[in-house]
Structures are given as C-alpha cells and as structure tokens.
C-alpha cells in the first residue's frame, strides 16, 4: 500500500499569506493610520499658520482682542472697574495681556485636526466643529477671568496658575470634547451583513 504524497504547497498561495508584515499592519490599522497622518498634517498646517506674521496680525490679533473684550465684559460685571486696550486689561490692582497661548487658539486647532481627521460624516464633523469651537471658548473665557482674578487676590499663585493649571486644564478639556463627540455624535460605520452561506 503506498503512501499517497502531498501536494507541495503552491506557489500561488492566498494573498492574505503573501502579504508582509508592513501590508498586514496597514490592512489590521488601515484606519487608526489614515486617522494619524490627516490629524498630524492638519495639525502641522494649523500651527504652521499660525506663525505667519500677516496671520498673526491679521487674523489671530483681533481675535484674541475679541477674547480680552469679551473677558473685560465679564470682569467688569463681577465688580472688578476694568479697563481695556487691544489685548490688555488692567484694573488698579493687576493687568494681564492676552498672547497667543491664552486665547484657546492652540486647542481650537488640535480639536478641529482630530473633528476633521475622524471618519465620520461631515454633518457632524461640521456640528461638532461648531460646538467645540463655541465650548472651547467658553472654558478659555473662565481661564482668562479665573487667572485675572487670581492675579488681583492671590498674586504668588498666578505663575503656576497660568503656566501650569489652566494651559493643561484647557488643553484636556479639548482632547476630553472630541472624545465624547467621537463617541456619541460620529455615526460608527455599518458593518457589511454577513453572507449566508
């Protein structure tokens, strides 16, 4: 009785064992990878802009002078007899300029690079744009009278107040933002419907 031999494996093997590790990590990650490079391009190129001098000037200047109104607004109705110019806002006891850094500028821009990056419809990357854009504000409107008031009552924590506390705080409110949006705004996508066999 002879023993039957085995077919040599085939050389056309199924393009599933023919792929290499990088092509096997690009099918497994093939959105987590696309997801990363939008966010870091649209990253770069907001902060890129934001660097240009005519941006600056043109664009982020009077922005941030809206955000010192706005914010003289609030502490004038608080009690605090504030006085304005551009981007400063002093009473007789304290004055804080508004730089790039404390407008919420920065996190804007890291939340619409991970709105846009995401794989959703662009109705909701739209209203989530939208929302987080207005929501960042206000939190950045807290900061700005937060550390003001804390610059006018207790002056030896306004450092780390500024530097530390509230540039993570708002930083973290963003990333925290587009967390919920993505999970509870950004329709998922459907899986395809099992073929019966």
Not at 51 to 58: G, K, L
Not at 73 to 78: A, K, P, R, S
């Amino acid at each position: 009785m002879s023993k039957a031999r085995k077919k040599p494996a085939s050389a056309s093997a199924s393009p599933r064992h023919r792929r290499g590790p990088s092509a096997r990590v690009w099918h497994v990650y093939r959105q987590e990878i696309l997801f990363l490079g939008i966010f870091l391009l649209i990253l770069g190129g907001g902060f890129t802009l934001l660097s240009v001098n005519a941006v600056n000037d043109q664009v982020v200047e009077p922005f941030t002078a809206a955000v010192a109104k706005v914010s003289g607004t609030v502490l004038d109705l608080i009690g605090q007899d504030v006085s304005m110019q551009g981007t400063l806002i002093r009473n007789t006891h304290f004055a804080v300029n508004i730089r790039n850094g404390c407008n919420g500028v920065e996190t804007m821009i890291i939340f619409l690079a991970a709105v846009l990056a995401f794989p959703a419809p662009w109705r909701a990357r739209l209203a989530g744009i939208a929302i987080g854009m207005v929501a960042i504000q206000l939190v950045n409107l807290v900061r700005v009278v937060a550390l003001f008031l804390t610059g006018v009552y207790f002056p030896a924590f306004f450092d780390s107040s500024h530097t530390v506390v509230w540039q993570t705080l708002v930083i973290l409110f963003g990333v925290v933002l587009w967390i919920f949006w993505a999970n509870r705004f950004a329709a998922p996508r459907t899986a395809p419907a099992a073929t019966p066999r």
